[in-house]
């Protein structure tokens, strides 16, 4: 496998760079908008966002959200899901797809300011409105309501500001979105390569602080322990299988014995670790800030621990994929090989997939994007890491090279259009 040199893909890269017309900024508005508006007035919206809402009912009236056994987030949940319950149906019909929308955008939000996109740029305004609507699970997380989205635009904001030192302030985001739903945990283990140890306190404490506080609120919270984590580490049941785009749920369902298919998905998972050290450990683009080793590192560590987390469904992508697309404007990234795009193939809306894979089945989709995207990140985590030699002339010397990462940016005279 070959990933494109420092130069290749300039020219789009320049074209995406430059400012969006009007036209182009209203149409990705309406294009969001209208995403959002078409799920509201649908039958099934806020399917996932219900059983939280339910659970803060519960609490409300005295009962235990635990209760329910697809209530499956942290007692902190609860507490956030509050002012939601207080607000009626109808209101909540509303503002449920946009919160959603903005959510996400507030993750390519910061993905661009990551890597110093400019905001009204071509790939900003553009990018994100095409992405929205040939990327099928973007419009299914805007559907079902799902609490990914917070994890989405969390994930962003914490990297733009460990990229600027503010590890504490970083943890303090994480610590928040895992007080709502508890998806970014693995990314303690970025704190853990970065030995930034106050922020990994921060990013511990809070959630578990808030939970403390959601728990004395209820009655039974130790249901939590016997009834809610046994039922979520069995992967749940027959009602999340079909979706579950685990290799742990979809090898069997292909005929693999779970006793092949467990063993197999952890080695996986451990592999992805191992590809997010090596990629940690490689620095030679920490001279601009080291951006593209902090997301491909997170990146890293969240495919592998979806690799073997039930259950995973097709909208997890959505926290990684916004910053390895962002990612695209730097040389050698992802974004500039072929293989990127064929692996998300599966998911595009515009393909007319066979019935079968479009409903119950979709999961087999969903697990070929997954496990390509991990095994993409991984062969370039773990790559030579090589340079490559520029001609380099001083006063009075013969030509000699000085090396230059292949992961480093483009020269200052073109990195103006940043």
Not at 401 to 416: F, G, I, L, Y
Request: net charge positive.
């Amino acid at each position: 496998m070959k990933w494109d040199g420092p130069d290749a893909g300039a020219r789009p890269t320049e074209w995406l760079l430059r400012p969006a017309s009007r036209s182009w900024r209203v149409l990705s508005l309406v294009v969001l908008l209208g995403i959002a508006v078409s799920t509201s007035l649908r039958a099934n919206w806020g399917s996932d966002n219900a059983f939280v809402v339910k659970a803060a009912e519960t609490l409300l009236a005295g009962g235990s959200p635990y209760e329910d056994k697809r209530f499956l987030y942290l007692p902190s949940a609860v507490l956030m899901a509050v002012p939601e319950a207080l607000l009626p149906q109808t209101v909540l019909r509303w503002v449920l797809p946009l919160g959603m929308t903005a959510l996400l955008a507030t993750g390519w939000w910061a993905a661009l300011k990551l890597f110093s996109v400019p905001l009204r740029s071509r790939l900003a305004v553009g990018g994100f409105a095409l992405f929205a609507l040939a990327y099928k699970p973007y419009e299914n997380l805007v559907l079902i309501g799902n609490w990914t989205a917070i994890s989405a635009a969390a994930l962003p904001v914490a990297l733009l500001l460990a990229s600027r030192r503010s590890w504490v302030a970083a943890g303090l985001v994480i610590g928040l979105a895992i007080a709502c739903k508890p998806m970014l945990v693995p990314i303690g283990v970025l704190f853990l390569f970065a030995r930034q140890w106050r922020g990994l306190a921060v990013a511990v404490l809070v959630p578990l602080g808030v939970s403390l506080a959601g728990a004395l609120m209820m009655p039974s919270p130790s249901l939590f322990f016997t009834k809610t984590l046994p039922f979520l580490l069995q992967g749940q049941d027959a009602y999340a299988l079909p979706w579950d785009a685990s290799p742990i749920a979809v090898l069997p369902r292909l005929g693999v014995p779970a006793l092949v298919a467990v063993p197999l998905a952890f080695a996986g998972a451990g592999a992805g670790l191992w590809a997010a050290w090596t990629r940690w450990r490689r620095t030679e683009d920490e001279a601009d800030g080291g951006e593209l080793r902090l997301v491909e590192t997170a990146c890293m560590v969240m495919l592998a621990a979806f690799l073997v987390s039930r259950p995973s469904f097709d909208h997890y992508l959505l926290v990684v994929l916004p910053l390895l697309l962002a990612s695209g404007v730097r040389p050698g990234s992802m974004p500039r090989s072929p293989w990127f795009w064929l692996v998300l193939t599966p998911q595009l809306a515009l393909v007319p997939w066979p019935s079968e894979l479009a409903q119950k089945r979709r999961a087999f989709k969903d697990c070929a994007t997954l496990c390509g995207l991990a095994i993409l990140l991984a062969r370039r985590a773990l790559g030579s890491g090589g340079v490559i030699l520029n001609p380099v002339t001083t006063a009075g010397s013969p030509p000699r090279t000085e090396p230059e990462c292949a992961a480093k940016p483009a020269e200052p005279a073109s990195r103006t259009a940043f």
